[in-house]
């Protein structure tokens, strides 16, 4: 009798994260790394050591190049591979190098530019894009959202499985009231004529389907933002919507701030940082704005509180003094002007030192005047 074939350990990993209730971004991104791991390995990771695991990590930093955050991320799937799923704690793994990370500013657009960029959109890209600076959502908050996170009486949105898994609650702008609404009347239609047609359904978090079977085709767990496309899941054979993917805003966004002629890279996460700026600029406290952003720690929020600074930190250039003194010379010629004689038709006095030495003795050599100085005078 043959012996069942041994799980894939690319398989267990996934397995292992999803069992600890990793975010699916997290379990892409920590399979990749332990993937691109094996392939430079070229044998299973139980027999490498630290100095493989030093090679691996010091070619991604001086051959590809990475940042030091990518750095890290790939050590910690490579901790996570060997304490977790090969069970091998080796005491080597606690003393490995992270990548020093550098000081971190924020690009911020000014309202102005916001305001551009926003105008060079149009649809629901430029209903999301400004859901993502009146909110302060990461662009799959706003991407994932369901029918009934929506709270238009309450003017609120609750977002649910953030980063981080702390559900939080943010406005919806007075401004977007209107549009909002109109959207939610086109996506109850489309709802509707997908019922109709037998289809309607979308994927439910965790166990929700088998606690709730009719939830699949409610329209209060359907997308707020739905794709346009439909796909056929692959376990069941059902008829599914997704979400609008993120892609298609991030498109949207950077053609936009190109057509706007914004020259700073505008990204879906500019907006969010503009908005926690303009807070603080507003004069809105930090603890506000930190339940606002879903920060776990005040610190991540103090990265915005160089807008309270003027400037490099308050200082006024030097050149800036330069026009300053500009300026003062010229108020002081106008307010010697006095008025026209027939000798000064112009009427203007000239900054000229008074006294005998101030005005040396003068003579004339072939039809020509020249001053002789003090030296001329003793002479005579």
Not at 33 to 41: A, K, P, V, Y
Not at 294 to 314: A, E, F, K, S
């Amino acid at each position: 009798m043959s012996q069942p074939a041994r799980p894939r350990l690319l398989d267990v990993v996934t397995e292992s994260l999803r069992a600890r209730h990793y975010s699916e971004r997290t379990v892409e991104s920590y399979v990749g790394w332990i993937r691109r791991f094996i392939r430079f390995l070229r044998k299973h990771p139980r027999d490498a050591g630290e100095r493989e695991v030093t090679a691996f990590l010091t070619k991604l930093a001086t051959v590809d190049s990475v940042a030091a955050s990518t750095q890290n991320q790939a050590l910690a799937a490579l901790l996570f591979l060997y304490r977790e799923v090969l069970d091998q704690p080796f005491g080597w793994l606690d003393y490995l190098v992270r990548a020093k990370k550098g000081t971190y500013r924020p690009t911020v657009m000014s309202r102005l530019e916001v305001q551009r960029v926003l105008g060079e959109m149009e649809g629901t890209t430029q209903l999301i894009a400004a859901l993502l600076y009146g909110s302060g959502m990461r662009l799959m908050e706003a991407c994932t959202l369901r029918v009934k996170d929506l709270d238009l009486e309450r003017m609120e949105i609750v977002i649910r499985r953030p980063k981080g898994g702390r559900d939080r609650v943010t406005m919806v702008p007075e401004t977007l009231r209107d549009a909002l609404l109109s959207h939610l009347t086109r996506v109850r239609t489309l709802h509707r004529r997908e019922l109709a047609a037998g289809r309607g359904h979308v994927v439910l978090p965790d166990r929700m389907a088998a606690k709730a079977p009719s939830a699949v085709c409610d329209i209060r767990w359907f997308w707020l933002f739905p794709a346009r496309r439909i796909y056929r899941e692959a376990a069941t054979g059902r008829l599914l919507r997704h979400h609008l993917h993120e892609s298609a805003v991030q498109k949207a966004v950077t053609e936009a701030a190109r057509r706007a002629a914004v020259t700073k890279r505008v990204t879906c996460h500019t907006f969010r940082h503009s908005f926690a700026t303009h807070l603080l600029e507003s004069g809105y406290d930090i603890r506000t704005v930190q339940e606002l952003l879903g920060h776990r720690n005040v610190n991540t929020t103090m990265i915005y509180t160089h807008v309270l600074n003027r400037g490099g930190l308050g200082v006024r250039s030097p050149v800036d003094a330069l026009a300053g003194l500009e300026t003062t010379r010229s108020s002081r010629a106008n307010g010697r002007a006095i008025e026209g004689t027939a000798g000064n038709p112009r009427g203007v006095t000239h900054d000229r030192p008074t006294g005998v030495a101030a005005y040396p003795p003068r003579r004339m050599v072939d039809g020509r005047a020249v001053n002789t100085g003090w030296r001329h005078d003793l002479r005579r």
